[in-house]
C-alpha cells in the first residue's frame, strides 16, 4: 500500500483539522485499533478521488480557488513587496526524496 509515497506539506483550516481529529477518535473507539490523523486524512482523499465529478467536492475546489485568486490580488494591489521580491527565488533550500525508507 506504501511502497510509492511520497511526502506532501498539506496547510489545512484549524477547524478541518479538529473534525478530522474528532473523526479519528471515533475511528478509534469504534475499530478498537488506534487510527491517527494521517490515516484518516489519507482515507479522506483516497475517498474524495473516488467521487469524481461530484457536485460538493467542485464546489469546494472552486471556493478554493476564489479564496486563493482575491489573496493574490489582494497581494498585487498592497504594493508592499517589489517587483523583484515577487519574482525572486525562495532561499529555502530542497532536497530530493531518495524515495521510501
Do not use: C, H, W, Y
Request: charged share 35%; net charge positive; proline share 3%.
Amino acid at each position: 500500500m506504501f511502497e510509492d509515497r511520497t511526502k506532501v506539506l498539506l496547510v489545512i483550516p484549524q477547524e478541518v483539522l479538529g473534525e478530522a481529529r474528532a473523526f479519528a477518535g471515533e475511528a478509534t473507539s469504534k475499530l478498537k485499533r488506534p487510527v491517527s490523523l494521517q490515516m484518516v486524512l489519507r482515507a479522506f482523499i483516497d475517498e474524495g478521488l473516488k467521487r469524481d465529478g461530484d457536485k460538493a467536492v467542485l464546489s469546494n475546489i472552486e471556493a478554493q480557488v476564489q479564496a486563493v485568486r482575491e489573496i493574490r490580488s489582494r497581494a498585487g494591489r498592497d504594493g508592499s513587496r517589489t517587483t523583484d521580491e515577487r519574482t525572486r527565488p525562495s532561499r529555502v533550500r530542497r532536497t530530493m526524496s531518495r524515495g521510501t525508507r
